[in-house]
């Protein structure tokens, strides 16, 4: 299944042989969370006249379920049937005559309307192919598992050759499979799966785009604790894999802390240790959105509404509804999910006045 319905409820039930030899290997996949059990997967669904199917991920609450900060962190989307089975395809689209008609190409016309912005503005600095990529292919380890990295990296060539058809002087940026710098921290995800290593082609193309300065090559930063050490060296792993694309630009795209001076700290230290461009997760204007991210809420939703959810008492009902008739009538203005809270604003101010000993 590609998408939710009830006919394809959300799911990460793996066959019993692939879950042992994933827990062997030390990976347990959560569980998809369930709170309204009548017609759990109606509500907004394809097909199911129960709602604009472009709202499900906001409008239905055991989507929210698995979609809230929490449920983002602990990974349950990432390792659903339905993504697991859209990456492996999508990925590989490019080379199938119908998939690439009916998905590569309609990516292709979005990406050169993107080219067109980058000409156009001068603040726009790069297009981004995908953030935080996702491993595809289970339950099947070795025949797609084992590829996902190479034919995501093949994706990225395809993408390239066909941006060359354009003439298009746009500055790419690129990242690894969600993000992470392989080996440094893709190892420890990811080795248990034997990973296939980039093709040559793939990696030629992307010399080329950086040799011309138009390639950019991302990654996240999500570790258990921030320590000066481990970022000096998850960025010489990240140094490493620039020089084997040529040598573009390093960005660390992502990074979050708790304090905003901390999101100062690492922000200067950072840029003093080498990386062309530093963003973190994320700036919000508070005062616009009274949110600590990029959504509002209509009167009567108390803060933090659904953002951490993991048990069924944890619901507001009321709030719920009183949320849901918006989204209903669509008039909602963005929800807290997949990561959205934890915004910050006045960080540069603080940027001058970080303490920093890099040594």
């Known amino acids: 299944s590609y998408i939710t319905t009830p006919e394809h409820p959300l799911s990460t039930k ?125 339950p099947y380890l070795e025949s797609r598992v084992a590829k996902t990295r190479s034919d995501l990296f093949d994706f990225y060539a395809a993408v390239l050759e066909e941006l060359e058809e354009t003439g298009t002087k746009a500055v790419i940026t690129i990242e690894d499979l969600r993000g992470k710098v392989y080996p440094a921290v893709g190892a420890k995800l990811f080795g248990a799966f034997e990973l296939e290593e980039i093709k040559a082609p793939a990696l030629l193309k992307l010399r080329e785009w950086s040799g011309r300065g138009q390639l950019i090559y991302e990654f996240h930063w999500y570790p258990d604790s921030k320590t000066l050490d481990g970022f000096k060296e998850l960025l010489a792993e990240a140094q490493n894999f ?31 240790l080498g990386t062309q461009a530093t963003t973190y997760w994320q700036f919000v204007d508070s005062d616009y959105t009274d949110q600590a991210g990029w959504y509002i809420y209509p009167d009567g939703i108390p803060d933090e509404f659904c953002s951490d959810l993991s048990n069924v008492s944890e619901v507001d009902w009321d709030a719920w509804w009183t949320f849901e008739r918006t989204v209903a009538a669509g008039t909602y203005w963005g929800a807290c999910i997949t990561g959205a809270r934890g915004g910050k604003q006045h960080v540069l101010e603080l940027v001058s006045n970080a303490s920093l000993n890099l040594t």
């Not at 347990?28 to 759990?40: A, G, H, K, Q, R």
């Not at 600095?125 to 491993?135: M, V």
């Not at 020089?243 to 690492?266: F, K, M, Q, R, S």
């Open 14 to 138: 793996l066959p019993e042989t692939v879950a042992k030899v994933l827990a062997q290997l030390g990976i347990s996949l959560p569980d998809v969370i369930v709170f309204n059990t009548t017609d759990p997967w109606l509500a907004y669904s394809v097909g199911s006249q129960a709602g604009d199917p472009r709202s499900m991920n906001v409008g239905n609450i055991n989507m929210r379920a698995n979609n809230n900060d929490d449920a983002w962190s602990a990974g349950i989307l990432g390792y659903t049937q339905q993504v697991q089975n859209v990456a492996w395809r999508f990925y590989r689209a490019h080379k199938y005559p119908e998939d690439k008609a009916a998905f590569f190409d309609y990516y292709m016309s979005f990406l050169r309307y993107l080219c067109t912005v980058w000409e156009r503005f001068s603040n726009v600095i790069a297009i981004e192919l995908l953030n935080e990529p996702p491993i595809g292919g289970l």
């Open 242 to 272: 620039s020089a084997a694309l040529g040598g573009p630009p390093i960005w660390l795209g992502e990074y979050w802390t708790e304090e905003v001076n901390d999101t100062a700290y690492w922000l200067a230290a950072s840029s003093e």
